[in-house]
């Protein structure tokens, strides 16, 4: 199993520029998340989805649109990207919701910075 | 939302030196995860306190859950090099299991 992937590694946009981050999973988890990673921060969810078809937001999800047209793959889109969004940013997925086997993974991340 | 304070922010030790980072809330917990984030690295899971009370160990590491389910805290015994990194503490946020919210993290160096 590849776990979950990201691309790209690193990215370098303009402001107003639009992106999307990609993320996939192969371990056929229902929850799929991304965060934002900032200095002293820590990480901060942006959107959450449970399922094909279901998303949510989290704490910090202004300026992101998501979507989850299959269980393996939970994109992240850049609208109109501004300095703000410069961060490093983490897809992640967990098999259950919550009890036992509740882990999170990780994928390497996204650095991104914006000019 | 579920807000959760981590102490220390920074730690820095002499190998072989014991370290501890503690997380509180106000709230009662329904579970609580830590999480170690190696320099440049992506966040790995550690492990998952459920109950009360409940003490976990792997390794040198000691993880405890208080008896209120309000705090919790992460032990590492004789510091290793390898131990470098971030430990961050997360939990279920606004009482949704849908929703983990992590710490700030304490950040850990260990002087070789």
């Known amino acids: 199993n590849a776990g979950v992937t990201q691309t790209p590694k690193f990215q370098v946009l303009k402001t107003g520029q639009s992106m999307t981050l990609q993320c996939a999973q192969d371990?056929?988890?229902?929850?799929m998340s991304w965060y934002r990673q900032d200095p002293g921060m820590g990480l901060r969810l942006i959107h959450y989805?449970?399922?094909?078809?279901?998303?949510d937001q989290g704490e910090v999800p202004n300026g992101y649109n998501v979507s989850r047209s299959t269980t393996e793959d939970f994109p992240l889109r850049l609208l109109s990207a501004a300095p703000s969004q410069t961060s490093v940013y983490f897809c992640?997925?967990?098999?259950?919701?919550?009890?036992?086997?509740?882990?999170?993974?990780f994928g390497p991340g996204t650095r991104l910075t914006v000019l | 939302g579920q807000q959760v304070m981590q102490i220390p922010q920074y730690q820095h030790v002499q190998e072989g030196e014991d370290f501890t980072t503690y997380c509180n809330s106000s709230t009662t917990l329904s579970n609580i995860q830590w999480y170690k984030q190696r320099p440049g690295g992506h966040p790995v899971f550690l492990i998952q306190?459920?109950?009360?009370?409940e003490v976990k160990k792997q390794k040198r590491l000691t993880f405890q859950f208080g008896e209120a389910k309000k705090n919790s805290s992460l032990h590492i015994t004789a510091t290793q090099t390898t131990d470098v990194g971030t430990y961050f503490c997360a939990v279920n946020s606004g009482g949704s299991n849908y929703k983990l919210t992590f710490g700030k993290g304490t950040l850990l160096t260990v002087n070789p």
């Open positions: 371990m056929n988890h229902e929850y």
């Open positions: 306190l459920v109950k009360s009370g």
């Open positions: 992640a997925s967990r098999k259950r919701l919550a009890g036992e086997d509740n882990e999170q993974f």
């Open positions: 989805s449970v399922g094909a078809g279901i998303t």
